[in-house]
């Protein structure tokens, strides 16, 4: 039995769902893996995924694009690839309350608005500010992260990012009502988010067990779209206290369906979204001019060919 440690980017929700059903399942078992699941709760969020795979505190990451840039441009480097798309489109968005008056992102010129303190994060909403018209000034605060959709709900700040599927559901739920800027509808192109990671020395030793692991996963994830109500029932021991009590997890569940597979296809990604995303932070001085985009992300894990 092979040994896995594989850290979430964010406390369980439906993004993970195909994880926590192929180990209920026992599709790891079956694949000969004895899988982890980290929880960032673990240390209160005081380091990221991307942090603990160059650490050594996990085998496998859930993050977004941009960790896999950040940590190739660094002074010191570490080399991580995506191995495996989550989502296949962005169901994310930026959000405000829909009784603040903001209707277009042009309106959040000089407002505030509650950061996540991701990278690029900061300078992606400004640019959508200026893409309408706007002269993207912000004023940035950094809440804690477990608390920052509370700050946008209370009327603390005046915007904020949020998953659609998951936040966008509990606002439903509530009664809050929202209004929400995507990103493409503003001439942005997003990466991926989240994807699976893992370092390049261990996609080019253990790409056996790489290629196993990505097979029982997918099995999890397409027996969430097959058996919603099943796969909720599964994830739902596995919330916070506050998500069991405001999130409608089949919901959450039947929306992100649609977006775990691209024409059928789970997991595999498409070089087209990675170039694209690193040719408009080029396009913006946000990242070196000699980042190659092919190496962000690897297919060759589902063949068993690296």
């Known amino acids: 039995m092979k040994n896995l440690r594989l850290a979430l980017d964010w406390t369980p929700n439906t993004n993970h769902t195909g994880f926590f059903v192929a180990n209920s399942r026992g599709y790891y078992e079956d ?6 699941i980290q929880s960032p709760l673990q240390d209160d969020y005081s380091t990221t995924p991307a942090k ?11 993050a977004p694009t941009e960790s896999l840039i950040s940590y190739r441009t660094k002074t010191d480097p570490f080399l991580m690839r995506a191995i495996a798309a989550l989502l296949h489109e962005d169901t994310s968005a930026i959000a405000t309350l829909k009784d603040s008056g903001i209707e277009r992102p042009k309106q959040l010129n000089g407002k505030s608005y509650a950061s996540y303190g991701a990278r690029y994060e900061d300078q992606i909403v400004k640019q959508m500010i200026v893409n309408d018209g706007g002269e993207g000034e912000l004023n940035l605060h950094y809440p804690d992260k477990l608390g ?3 700050t946008l709900v209370d009327g603390t700040f005046d915007a904020t990012w949020i998953f659609m599927a998951w936040e966008g559901v509990e606002a439903d739920g509530r009664g809050i009502e929202l209004t929400n800027f995507k990103l493409g509808d503003y001439d942005i192109p997003y990466g991926y988010s989240p994807v699976l ?9 253990d790409s ?19 058996n919603p109500e099943q796969a909720a029932d599964i994830l739902f021991p596995e919330l916070t206290d506050h998500d069991r009590q405001h999130i409608d997890l089949l919901k959450s569940q039947r929306l992100l369906n649609q977006s775990y597979t ?11 979204v990675f170039h694209t995303f690193v ?6 001085n946000l990242v070196p001019e000699n980042l190659g985009a092919d190496l962000l992300y690897t297919n060759e894990c589902f063949l068993n060919e690296i």
């Open 279 to 284: 040719d408009w932070l080029k396009q913006h």
């Open 148 to 150: 920052i959709w509370n």
């Open 262 to 272: 691209n024409k059928g296809v789970w997991g595999r990604m498409d070089h087209n």
């Open 52 to 62: 603990k795979l160059e650490l050594g505190e996990t085998d496998l990451a859930i």
């Open 208 to 226: 056996e067990t790489l290629t196993a692991f990505l097979k029982a996963t997918e099995k999890g994830f397409r027996f969430a779209m097959e």
């Open 197 to 205: 990671c893992a370092g390049e020395d261990r996609i080019k030793a």
């Open 31 to 36: 694949a000969g893996i004895d899988l982890t």
